[in-house]
């Protein structure tokens, strides 16, 4: 039997072909490179260059293919860009959603694994945050991801459809052999950007506000390995073949670092200066998140492995210095 890796060609999915290869799964990827990498994509994977909302070439992977679980990356997921474009969002990521859900449903298959993302949540009342906290997604993107996690739910009360909805916190890092990692035409979140100061790509460091609630006035994330990520995914296909109920399941590290934090930390991975500039808040942005995640050592008997800041910092460090332009460089 096959696992289906909707999205395959990109960071996150990219990272969970490894793992699941690793384990001995055999895989096959859709993509359509809108923003993955044919380069990110081992050689003896099989791969259709499709977009999910191709009716026609879903059914042609599931004719082609025994399939027995869909690992669900495809969307967009730029929250600014959301906000000015919520009908493109909408379109990907929903549509996306019913298409895939038709072809699981036409032939027959009855497990997915979702990305979902901490943005359904939106601004926390308090944290960790569990995942029986309320959902209330303060952008499209966390909108899109709540109508998403939804409409599987409710396909799943009247079908055998059975799913685990991760919700990711802020997913960082690269492989540790610093050969795949982190490649985004359009660069937005943190340690991307505080990398590319001493790549000198960029003079310095905007923060984005340093009035917060919180011990130095700056943000707060929790920041999760994409290797540890990566192998959550595994863990839930294995607790749905062991008949695992539909969930949704926190990712995160459970730890909080601020992004002052993250840039001395970046300062003593990279041993360069990370000159700062103080700007506005970003609109949108919550003062602290970071999750609860009993839920996923319990459940899915799983831990995260790379918790050190520094450490996660050293495999994008890695990528991004073996790779200046990404994936152009392979
Ligand atoms: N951030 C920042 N400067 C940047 C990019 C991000 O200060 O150039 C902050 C941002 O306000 C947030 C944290 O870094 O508090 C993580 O942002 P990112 O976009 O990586 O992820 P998000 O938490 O928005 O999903």
């Known amino acids: 039997m096959t696992v289906l890796i909707c999205g395959g060609a990109g960071y996150i999915g990219s990272h969970c072909i490894r793992i699941f290869a690793e384990r001995g799964e055999?895989?096959?990827?859709?993509?359509?490179?809108?923003?993955?990498?044919?380069?990110?994509?081992?050689?003896?994977?099989?791969?259709?260059?499709?977009?999910?909302?191709?009716?026609?070439?879903?059914?042609?992977?599931?004719e082609e293919n025994q399939i027995?679980?869909?690992i669900h990356f495809c969307a967009y997921s730029l929250v600014g860009e959301s906000v000015e474009k919520p009908l493109k969002y909408f379109d990907n990521n929903v549509g996306g959603m019913i298409a895939i859900l038709q072809a699981m449903q036409k032939y027959g298959v009855n497990r997915m694994i979702f990305s979902s993302s901490a943005a359904v949540y939106g601004d926390p009342l308090h944290v960790p945050i569990l995942e029986t906290d309320e959902?209330?997604?303060?952008?499209?993107?966390?909108?899109?991801?709540?109508?998403?996690?939804r409409m599987i739910?409710?396909?799943?009360?009247?079908?055998?459809?059975r799913y685990v909805s991760l919700r990711y916190f802020n997913v960082a890092g690269a492989a540790s052999d610093g050969t795949i990692g982190e490649d985004h035409r359009h660069e937005t979140h943190l340690i991307p950007l505080i990398l590319q100061v001493p790549m000198g790509k960029r003079e310095k460091l905007n923060i984005f506000g340093d009035q917060y609630p919180t011990k130095d006035g700056t943000c707060i994330r929790d920041y999760?390995?994409?290797?540890?990520?990566?192998?959550?995914?595994?863990?839930?296909?294995?607790?749905?073949?062991?008949?695992?109920?539909?969930?949704?399941?926190?990712?995160?590290?459970?730890?909080?670092?601020?992004?002052k934090e993250m840039i001395t930390a970046a300062k003593n991975v990279t041993r360069f200066d990370i000159p700062v500039e103080v700007s506005q808040?970003?609109?949108?942005?919550?003062?602290?998140?970071?999750?609860?995640?009993?839920?996923?050592?319990?459940?899915?008997?799983?831990?995260?492995?790379?918790?050190?800041?520094?450490?996660?910092?050293?495999?994008?460090?890695?990528?991004?210095?073996?790779?200046?332009?990404?994936?152009?460089?392979k």
């Open 153 to 161: 739910d409710w396909v799943s009360k009247t079908s055998s459809l």
């Open 281 to 329: 808040n970003r609109p949108g942005d919550p003062a602290k998140l970071v999750a609860d995640i009993q839920k996923a050592r319990n459940v899915l008997h799983w831990e995260p492995q790379h918790t050190s800041i520094e450490e996660i910092i050293e495999t994008a460090w890695k990528w991004h210095r073996n790779h200046p332009n990404g994936y152009a460089d």
């Open 26 to 62: 055999d895989i096959v990827v859709l993509d359509n490179l809108e923003t993955g990498h044919r380069e990110a994509l081992p050689a003896y994977v099989k791969f259709y260059h499709a977009d999910i909302r191709d009716a026609k070439a879903l059914s042609q992977v599931f």
């Open 224 to 259: 999760i390995h994409v290797e540890d990520l990566a192998r959550a995914h595994w863990n839930a296909l294995d607790y749905l073949r062991k008949d695992g109920q539909c969930m949704v399941c926190n990712l995160g590290s459970g730890l909080g670092y601020s992004v």
């Open 68 to 70: 027995e679980a869909v």
């Open 135 to 149: 959902t209330n997604p303060t952008n499209p993107y966390g909108e899109s991801k709540r109508i998403m996690e």
